[in-house]
């Protein structure tokens, strides 16, 4: 690795940068949401104060001002709505929407109308919008502050979803969404926002729908989404002092999803397990399972795993919210139980 | 804050026969919409503008093919004023590849992007919300531009109406909305479902100009967007205009439209503002029979020529199931028109 790529920035911070360099290439790009500035009229010394509720856009309102980093009411579908017009009319809107929870809200804006617009009006609707939520458990956010949500847009046609689970991808994949000329949602997991790793300085993008295979193995494929990859390789490194050796693939986009790589690792290991810390029913880990049935099942030697989320929503509890997620040796368990 | 109409504003002879000209091509446009509908040739569902033209017209005289307009299942008027072609309207309606989306949309989902409309909405305030999105844009890159959302009295109770008036009103956004009331939600009336007489009094909670508009006479519309279209464009924000309207026709087309007396629909049909128009402007020497006739004869042959055109153009093509579900690359969006 070269100089350049050694450079540590923390997930947070290398949103934040991608954010700053989309809106110093292009000035149709805007920033909207609840407290992305913070304390807004209230003048110098006071605005900015928040920088967005973990300090992502925190450097954009210096550099851009109020009317490209705006504050918005807290009126979901209005600022939502608001934005999917604005991208219907030539601009290209980031909107903060804070927690993946909250976007029930201003459902209708993204379902009926973000989604939707480019289909039922024959192609001509062009709507580069960005949605970024966080999302996900361990901080003890409680039920309407930590629901991960992406199954229910990845369900979506319209939409595209991604969820990095490292500062390079997330900060690659948020570039190739804002200029993406669709809607894409990006889901950043709340635990990851601290953790480090290696970021370019520059601009680049992650193309959309391509997985990265984060550990190579050859006896099982260990799909992880978001801050279950790093869970998922702790869990191959105690496989390995067993004997097993697990390929870890994170599929980083998740709408549309890297069918094609995770087929590949299948065929090649001819086991699966998917770790997705959200409820099971209708989840990622139930689309991968069925894309791995359809497609490689020949290839198979043991039934596919899932390792989830239970069929509840987040606890507040840190006891019971450790119990929620899947843990190191759920992930273990369950490929030892492949035999 | 209130608002009066500025009645004594001239509108020239251009002006009102083109007004006339509007609603007369919505008038024989839907007229046609409904009869071919009952040949059981176009799919779906149609829900039509007439007894309202005076809205549309009246609104879209202030605006130019840069302005936004966002509309309802009930848009066919508002693209017509905003100058679609009623070829690919007629084609889109009857599901044609030639239909301005390709026959993906429908009646409830016309949109012609190149002319500012962002589109018919079948979720009944759908299009608030992103015409607050469109004036902003236009607010942002500093832009003359004007953005109308078109609803009507079911939407107004909609919480993103609230949600949107009160974004726009802070960031003082080039935005009309305006709600047609036409007494009806489907078959809920207006009186029973909201909670003052008049819609437009609800502007005052958001400090913004709020205007009663009789829609039965479209010179009196014209002025009243005028002033609010001249209000957004000059910089000092959006306006709230309701305009009393009467849909002549049921909610849909097969509509029977037994929540409604006799007497009211009478009474309405006897207010036409397109009957006033045209009486107005014998009255006052602007134009003769002859030419009024004239005029008729045009658009109606125009309407047949849409018409047939729609008829004549193929269905789209089957194995495109999924074509535009995502964004083509720019070089052959818009080429298959």
Redesign the interface.
Known sequence: MSAVLERQLSLVDAVGEALRQAMEADP?V?VMGEDVAGGAGRGAGKENAMGGSFGATKSLYPLFGA??V?D??I?E???????????????R?VVDAMWADFTGLAF??IY??AAK???????????PLTIRMAMGSGLSAAAQHSGTLYAIYTHL??L?VVAPSTPYDAKGLLLEAIFD??PVLVFEHMKLYVTKGPVPAEPYRVPLGVAEVRRAGGDVTVVAIAAMVDRALEAAEVLAEEGIDVEVVDPRTLSPLDEESIVASVEKTGALVVVDESPPRCSLASEIAAVVSERAFDFLNAPVRRVTAPHAPVPFAPALEAAYAPSVTAVVEAVRSLG | MSASIERAVHVDRKTAIALYRTMLTIRLFERRVSREFRTGDIPGFVHVYIGEEAVAAGVCANLDEHDYVTSTHRGHGHCIAKGCDLGAMMAEIFGRETGLCRGRGGSMHIADFSRGMLGANAIVGGGIALATGAALAASVRGTSQVSVAFFGDGAANQGVLHESLNLAAIWRLPAIYVCENNGFAESTPAAYATSVPDIASRAAAYGIPGVVVDGADVLEVYRAARTAVQRARGGDGPTLLEVKTYRFMGHYEGDPDRYRDDSDREAARNRDALAACRRDLVATGQANEAELEALEAEIEEEVARAVEFARSSPFPDPAEVTRYVYPEPLATAGAAR
């Open positions: 149709s805007i009317s490209r705006r918005t009411p009126s579908a209005g600022f939502v709505g608001a934005a999917v017009g604005a991208a219907a009319a030539g601009l809107p209708d804006q009926n109308q617009m480019s289909y039922m009006f024959g192609g001509q609707a062009r709507l046609p319209g595209k000329d669709g």
